[in-house]
């Protein structure tokens, strides 16, 4: 069975400061894992996602993750926060022997920003 | 437009109606998924299918209906709406192939107020 935690339902950084969001995950298996994001009204969207290829991920507006087993986490970073990051943002784990109906999100982290 | 559209946005019922929110995307996509979104829940599968004429449950398909006559629509209806049926709808699709590294592409949401 898989599962994925966000650690801390909401995080509030100041405009400029590094944005650090928190995902470990627990799989028998090798892992898929991804973060999206969801703006407020909206869908959620693809921020990034890891296949088991490079363990830094890199993702869009900025945003990039770090694979580590030993450690069993996906932490989410980003070095500048803009205003415009102000969402909600969901870890989720998979993989490779199930379809994407298997698919586990965590419970969001939402992200405030500071001016 | 190519995407996923939902609806209606918004909708408001009564305890023991039936309502039916709709899906609808334009990629041709396989799979396609509901979820509901609740505050400390994070995204719940409810229903999924791989293909026109094949649906499955997921995590919390209780007191849901769906249907797939057609690759592009997936509709899912509430037979008789509860309270606690209150929530948020996203529907989602997925790209051809039984692959969990598939992302997946939401659309915007179906906000349901169940009185």
């Known amino acids: 069975a898989q599962s994925v935690t966000q650690l801390g339902s909401h995080v509030s950084v100041s405009e400029g400061a590094l944005v650090l969001l928190r995902c470990n995950y627990s799989?028998?298996?090798?892992?898929?894992l991804f973060w999206y994001v969801q703006y407020p009204n909206q869908g959620l969207q693809l921020l990034l996602k890891?296949?088991?290829?490079?363990?830094l991920v890199k993702g869009i507006n900025g945003f990039e993750a770090e694979f580590k087993k030993s450690e069993t986490s996906f932490h989410l970073t980003k070095p500048s926060a803009h205003m415009s990051d102000a969402a909600e943002y969901f870890c989720a784990v998979s993989d490779r022997y199930s379809s994407a109906s298997k698919i586990i999100f965590g419970s969001g982290t939402r992200l405030s920003i500071r001016p | 437009d190519a995407g996923i559209t939902q609806s209606p946005r918004y909708k408001i019922t009564e305890t023991g109606r039936q309502v039916t929110l709709m899906c609808h995307q334009t990629w041709s996509h396989s799979y396609m998924f509901w979820y509901r979104q609740d505050l400390g829940h994070g995204l719940r599968l409810i229903y999924y299918?791989?293909?026109?004429?094949?649906?499955d449950k997921g995590e919390v398909p209780d007191g849901y209906v769906v249907s797939r006559s057609k690759t592009e629509n997936f509709p899912l209806t509430l037979e008789s709406a509860t309270r606690s049926q209150t929530s948020v709808y996203f529907c989602?699709?997925?790209?051809?192939?039984?692959?969990?590294?598939?992302?997946?592409?939401f659309g915007a949401g179906s906000r349901l107020t169940v009185l």
């Open positions: 989602a699709s997925s790209g051809a192939g039984r692959s969990g590294a598939n992302v997946l592409t």
């Open positions: 299918s791989a293909a026109a004429d094949i649906t």
């Open positions: 890891y296949t088991s290829a490079a363990t």
């Open positions: 799989s028998s298996v090798p892992p898929y």
